[in-house]
Every structure is written in structure tokens, then in C-alpha cells.
């Protein structure tokens, strides 16, 4: 069975830096995109970054950009996303999503998600 776990999240200070994994099972991960996505409360859920399965194409929103960097670990079954220079607006839960395009930034693009984990920037 199919199975996406994040991982990394947590409390950190505004300026502070994190990074997310996200841990697959039940199939090879390297056959696949990878998306990011973020949910804070009361928003819908955007997309922050994503990643082909080969590492070569990656995307970033633009409200990202410079602070965000995805990558993966195909033999480990990983994929990471590092944040740095964090706000109080990255707050949110995060999610990663595989799918069956290369490298997609809408969630149409995924079939199967993970539960998320909580990431809360704040002094």
C-alpha cells in the first residue's frame, strides 16, 4: 500500500531554518514527481515547491524562492524540503504528494498524500 510520511516539522523562531522529509512506501519513489505543499489555518492549501523524479526540474513559488529547496534521496526513498529564513507567514502544515506528472504546482496534479506535518514560525 501506497504510504507518504512527512517528517521535520516543528516550533522555530522567525529566521530560523527547518527541514521536512518525506518518506515513501509501498512503491518506488523514483518513478515520481514530487510536490510541497502548505496549508495555513483558515487558507486553502497552496503549493510551495516540487521536484521531478529525477532531480532535474524543480519549481518554487514564488513566495518561496530563495528560501525554500527541495530535493531527494531516490535511494533512500526521500524526498526533503529545506526552509530557511523563515516568517510567521510559512506557518502552516506541510505536505508532500506524489503523482503522474513530472513536476507540478497544482493539486490536481497528485494522487496520493501524506498526513502533513506542523510547522510554526513564531517568536
Known amino acids: 500500500q501506497l504510504q507518504l510520511v512527512e517528517s521535520g516539522g516543528g516550533l522555530v523562531e522567525p529566521g530560523g531554518s527547518l527541514r521536512l522529509s518525506c518518506a515513501a512506501s509501498?512503491?518506488?519513489?523514483?518513478?515520481?514527481?514530487v510536490g510541497w505543499f502548505r496549508q495555513a489555518p483558515g487558507k486553502l492549501r497552496e503549493a510551495v515547491a516540487c521536484?521531478?523524479?529525477?532531480?532535474?526540474?524543480?519549481k518554487y513559488a514564488d513566495a518561496v524562492k530563495g528560501r525554500f529547496t527541495t530535493s531527494r534521496d531516490n535511494a533512500k526513498n526521500m524526498v526533503y524540503l529545506e526552509i530557511n529564513s523563515l516568517k510567521p507567514e510559512d506557518t502552516a502544515v506541510y505536505y508532500c504528494?506524489?503523482?503522474?506528472?513530472?513536476?507540478?504546482?497544482?493539486?490536481?496534479?497528485?494522487?496520493?498524500w501524506g498526513q502533513g506535518t506542523q510547522v510554526t514560525v513564531s517568536a
Open positions: 509501498g512503491f518506488t519513489f523514483g518513478g515520481s514527481g
Open positions: 521536484i521531478s523524479s529525477n532531480g532535474d526540474l524543480r
Open positions: 504528494a506524489t503523482g503522474h506528472i513530472p513536476c507540478g504546482m497544482v493539486e490536481i496534479d497528485y494522487d496520493s
